[in-house]
């Protein structure tokens, strides 16, 4: 699975992204920008497969931290030290699920193709470019979920609504 979630990694050249002459896709990039989370997409590090296997392996969540060992040495990664590691706000929406319902039904029709109502799970072409890609960044980069990325989740919708709502 580890090797999945290597493969599957998506990161994010900033610099080239916001000089495209894409307005939608520009827009897109600067709502993660201004989100936090050019810091987390955008870090570029080795990453040793056997050693991420092995964590992976090992890791489990208490009392908020990430515990694991990594070649017998004990691991404890805290929420703090994972958001300033990657430069993520720890402020403000908790809970995916609290993303307010005004941003949800007007991001049903921002992010359409078409211009028409989506659901909020829906297949990855029925959206905008921007937003398609914006849909494989979180779900490789964030959720980190192997397999087929054609079908945009509930939970994917809404984080991509939290993050467009942040530039508003």
């Given at each position: 699975m580890a090797s999945s979630l290597i493969r599957n990694t998506n990161q994010v050249h900033f610099a080239s992204v916001l000089a495209m002459?894409?307005?939608?896709?520009?827009?897109?990039?600067?709502?993660?920008?201004?989100?936090?989370?050019?810091?987390?997409?955008?870090?570029?590090?080795?990453?040793?497969?056997?050693t991420l296997v092995e964590f992976?392996?090992?890791?489990?969540?208490?009392?908020?931290?990430?515990?694991?060992?990594?070649?017998?040495?004990?691991?404890?990664?805290s929420e703090e030290v994972f958001s300033r590691n990657f430069q993520l706000p720890v402020e403000g929406?908790?809970?995916?699920?609290?993303?307010?319902?005004?941003?949800?039904?007007d991001a049903r029709t921002d992010f359409s193709f078409t211009g028409?109502?989506?659901?909020?799970?829906?297949?990855?072409?029925?959206?905008?470019?921007?937003?398609?890609?914006?849909?494989?960044?979180l779900a490789k980069s964030v959720t980190v979920k192997a397999g087929s990325f054609d079908v945009v989740t509930h939970e994917r919708f809404l984080m991509m609504t939290a993050i467009l709502g942040v530039c508003l």
């Amino acid at each position: 699975m580890a090797s999945s979630l290597i493969r599957n990694t998506n990161q994010v050249h900033f610099a080239s992204v916001l000089a495209m002459n894409n307005g939608g896709m520009v827009a897109m990039f600067e709502a993660l920008v201004a989100s936090g989370m050019n810091g987390f997409l955008g870090c570029m590090s080795d990453i040793f497969e056997t050693t991420l296997v092995e964590f992976y392996q090992n890791a489990s969540v208490r009392d908020g931290k990430v515990i694991s060992t990594v070649q017998g040495k004990l691991v404890e990664i805290s929420e703090e030290v994972f958001s300033r590691n990657f430069q993520l706000p720890v402020e403000g929406l908790t809970d995916i699920n609290e993303v307010p319902k005004d941003l949800v039904f007007d991001a049903r029709t921002d992010f359409s193709f078409t211009g028409e109502q989506l659901t909020t799970s829906c297949k990855k072409r029925e959206l905008k470019i921007e937003f398609r890609l914006l849909s494989d960044i979180l779900a490789k980069s964030v959720t980190v979920k192997a397999g087929s990325f054609d079908v945009v989740t509930h939970e994917r919708f809404l984080m991509m609504t939290a993050i467009l709502g942040v530039c508003l």
